[in-house]
DNA sequence: GCCGTTTTCGGCCCGACTGTTTTCAGTCG
């Protein structure tokens, strides 16, 4: 899929196009484009063929020809000529904070400055202070931006930021004077990584609220204290933005503080077109304002029915939502087990009786105990002598224990040459075949994605883990056609992993939306090594609800039975 | 550059805050 590509390279114009002074909304009009590009659930090229870009929304005759143009020559003419006119280092500069588009322009014609470090030269030597429109205060600030732009790692995964948000909003709720509190934000749309923490708070003590916040333990330095906001680094690294809004304010802050930008940007476009107006103070017409109290009814001025945080992204929500076609998104109770968790067998620290006891904790009624094959050493894969026994051991609880059955299963490992890594006669004997490929990243396209067609197409294979390999922050996905991937795991009635471990997330929302679009079925599984962490099934929950998942598309919303039948019609099919 | 049961041209989301200004441009979310 060159979906990415085609977004990458709009986006970069985009940046260029605004360093350049061009007209805004023509430089938007390619920033959306780069969107509804990269969260197509089709390949680019496939509509391509079929004559149908201009009919994406965004797309129209001049970038329809754009992106042929990228898919017959793997660039654009206008960005090339826009890196000869506008260096393309300065696209870094944008991401210093509180530099935009026309201080760059400026800094780069007036000093010819295209690098950071002649930048932060140029800081201390006072020549930017020199330039119309800029004065001390903004160098200062520029230098501050540097530091803090090669400080930062990005945007932090998830798993890590949102039980830290979660503590904030317990300890603000028992010790200080909130009435309503909630995480707004990427957080709250359960975006796999967030760039900070927004908390959204109404009470009639506004400053007892910011002082409790700036004592909080896990501050780091304090960069506003206001009554209305106030933005605080904590310790990992982080910002946290709180703010304050009258009850009567709740609804609209929280829709315009949880976004995301498109989104909020679709939702006042549509206020327009009825003459009204939408702002995080309510919705008005003229100077009355008619709604804001709620969320609800907000959507509810527009026209629209309430929309689910995680499908607020403009990918269709808005269209579907006129049409009262919004899907009935997975909830997180439905979840009746997980797909995907290691016990002492192989690498995991929990022995069988513990996964059992965590999670009758959680409300879960079924465990997939998937440790890895043979082969895997490093990760203790379990030698086929201990795999009866594991099967025996798991006979016998299952015998003893009522509310939650643990299911024999293995994460076999699809070696280098796509044959699997324990022999058919032992594979048939494993409950739930979960396939996944720990070895061999770099082997070419072709050759990644024929070792999963062929597991895909093994008869005793039941899923296939984590498909696309990605870790974030640490690895990209290994080079895989998923468009193959999908057709042979629907035509032969395979399932994929959505792996919920917050440094996976895979498939990810896009891709599992393509899957689950394609009539694939999901299974969420937590691949967890240590017992705490069976709690992170959630975050493969929200995965799928970003996938536009209903319950029907997960496997882990079937109660044991149900499972062990669609276990059993895998292999009763091939 | 897109888009249209008011429009094929003239619109295109909204407000807060900051800093550099003496009324506003730039940045941010």
Redesign the pocket.
């Given at each position: 899929m060159k979906n990415k590509q085609v977004a990458d390279i709009f986006n970069k114009v985009a940046a260029l196009l605004e360093i350049k002074g061009e007209?805004p909304?023509?430089v938007?009009?390619?920033q959306?484009?780069a969107q509804v590009i990269e969260a197509l659930t089709t390949d680019v090229e496939e509509l391509a063929k079929q004559g149908r870009l201009?009919k994406?929304?965004?797309?129209?005759?001049?970038?329809?020809q754009?992106i042929k143009e990228i898919l017959r020559t793997g660039t654009l003419s206008?960005y090339e000529e826009l890196k000869k006119e506008v260096p393309p280092h300065l696209l870094t500069f944008?991401e210093?904070?509180?530099?935009?588009?026309?201080?760059?322009?400026?800094i780069y014609e007036k000093l010819g400055i295209t690098s950071i470090e002649e930048l932060e030269e140029a800081c201390k030597k006072h020549k930017i202070?020199k330039l119309?429109?800029?004065?001390?205060?903004?160098?200062?600030?520029i230098l501050k931006?540097i530091k803090l732009f090669r400080e930062k790692t990005g945007r932090k995964p998830l798993g890590e930021i949102l039980p830290l948000a979660e503590e904030v909003v317990r300890i603000l709720t028992e010790t200080s004077p909130v009435e309503q509190i909630a995480i707004a934000?990427s957080l709250r749309r359960r975006k796999e990584t967030v760039?900070?923490i927004?908390i959204l708070i109404t009470s009639t003590r506004p400053h007892d609220v910011m002082k409790r916040i700036v004592e909080l333990e896990f501050v780091e330095e304090v960069i506003?204290f206001?009554e209305?906001?106030t933005s605080v680094r904590l310790r990992p690294g982080i910002?946290m933005?709180v703010r304050v809004v009258e009850p009567d304010s709740w609804g609209a802050a929280l829709a315009?503080?949880t976004?995301s930008?498109a989104h909020?940007?679709r939702v006042?476009?549509l206020?327009?077109?009825k003459?009204l107006?939408?702002?995080?103070?309510g919705v008005?017409k003229g100077d009355k304002k008619i709604a804001g109290k709620t969320e609800e009814e907000v959507y509810e001025a527009v026209g629209l029915p309430f929309i689910p945080p995680e499908l607020r992204e403009d990918r269709g929500e808005i269209e579907a939502g006129l049409k009262g076609e919004l899907p009935k998104l997975v909830e997180y109770d439905e979840i009746k087990g997980d797909g995907h968790v290691h016990s002492k067998y192989s690498d995991g620290t929990a022995s069988l009786e513990e996964i059992m006891q965590k999670a009758e904790a959680l409300g879960l009624s079924w465990v997939a105990v998937c440790d890895h094959s043979q082969s895997l050493k490093v990760a203790g894969g379990v030698p086929i002598k201990d795999l009866f026994e594991k099967k025996r051991r798991i006979e016998e609880l299952n015998k003893r224990s009522k509310r939650v059955k643990l299911i024999f299963g293995s994460e076999v490992d699809i070696l280098s040459d796509g044959s699997l890594d324990y022999p058919d006669d032992v594979l048939k004997e494993i409950e739930f075949v979960i396939a996944a490929i720990h070895t061999g990243f770099q082997q070419s396209e072709e050759q990644i994605t024929n070792r999963i067609l062929s597991a895909l197409r093994h008869p005793f294979v039941h899923a296939i883990a984590h498909p696309t390999g990605r870790v974030i922050g640490e690895r990209d996905a290994y080079e895989l056609n998923l468009t193959k991937i999908f057709e042979e795991a629907k035509k032969y009635g395979k399932a994929l992993e959505i792996n919920a471990y917050y440094k996976r997330l895979d498939l990810n929302d896009i891709n599992a939306r393509a899957a689950k679009e394609r009539g694939i079925p999901l299974i969420i599984g937590t691949d967890t090594h240590f017992i705490d962490q069976l709690e992170y099934i959630g975050f493969g929950v929200a995965v799928a609800r970003r996938a536009w998942c209903e319950a029907k598309d997960i496997l882990n919303t079937l109660n044991y039975e149900e499972f062990k039948a669609w276990l059993e019609k895998v292999r009763n099919q091939s």
């Open positions: 007209n909304y023509r938007r009009a390619y959306r484009a201009s994406l929304p965004g797309i129209g005759a001049d970038l329809a754009k206008l944008l210093i904070p509180g530099l935009g588009p026309k201080k760059v322009k400026a202070a119309p429109g800029f004065g001390w205060k903004t160098e200062q600030n931006g934000g760039k900070d927004d506003a206001g209305t906001k910002q933005d315009y503080f976004g930008k909020n940007i006042r476009e206020a327009l077109e003459g107006k939408i702002n995080e103070y008005f």
